[in-house]
Each structure stands twice: as C-alpha cells, then as structure tokens.
C-alpha cells in the first residue's frame, strides 16, 4: 500500500466532504445528544458502510445511500457524521484480462444467480 493510500485509509472527515460515489464507514457522531440519537436511529452506527450518493446544486441537502436504503440530510446534519473514506474500487487490466475489484465480483456472481 502506498502512502497515499495509507493517509487515505486513517482520514477522518465529515461525511459531506466525500465525493459523489465515494464511501466511507461511520467512525463516530459528533453534535449535540438529540441530533446524534436521531442519526443512530436512522442506522448511523459505528462501522456502517455509507456511500455519499450526490448533493443537490446548491450543496443542501445531501442525497446518502445505507443498509439498503437512501437518504436525504441537510449539509449541516451530515456534518457531524464522521468517516473513515474506504479507497476506491479501481479497474485495471492484467495481460488483457479484467480484474476487477471485490464488489465487482459479488455483483457479477449474484447477477448471474438470478439468470
């Protein structure tokens, strides 16, 4: 693993900072004790995977997708979710073959289970 990779891994930022696609694991809920009990209501537990889907043109709210399920947060709520950004899938070629990251995969086997 490169150094990049590894800073990229330990980051620790709101999860508004990540980018349209990208997705990070729930790390800790800052702000004050209702807005955080309303957050861990809606499935904001530590270790959830959370991918920032995309945000409306004038940035608020924030569309998010979770445990099966999209949701939509003002800039400010999504700010005191705190993420550690998983790295993202990339594709590359190897000797004219496609190797493809894990996700990848699992879609591609669970595809062709429901031929």
């Known amino acids: 693993m490169d150094n990049s ?8 930022v709101p999860i508004c900072q990540l980018k ?6 729930v790390v800790r809920l800052d702000g004050e004790s ?5 957050l861990l209501e809606m499935g904001f537990t ?11 043109p004038l940035g608020d709210p924030v569309d998010l997708r979770l445990r099966g399920y999209r949701l939509s947060l003002r800039r400010n709520e999504a700010s005191v979710v705190i993420v550690r950004p998983l790295p993202t899938e990339t594709i590359t070629r ?3 073959n496609t190797v493809f990251g894990p996700s990848s995969l699992s879609r ?3 595809q062709g289970a429901n031929r």
């Open 108 to 110: 591609t086997a669970h």
């Open 46 to 56: 530590k270790g959830t995977e959370v991918e920032f889907v995309r945000q409306a």
């Open 5 to 12: 990779a590894a800073a990229l891994g330990s980051a620790m």
């Open 94 to 96: 190897d000797e004219g």
């Open 20 to 25: 349209p696609g990208q997705k990070g694991t």
């Open 34 to 38: 209702g807005l955080r009990q309303h």
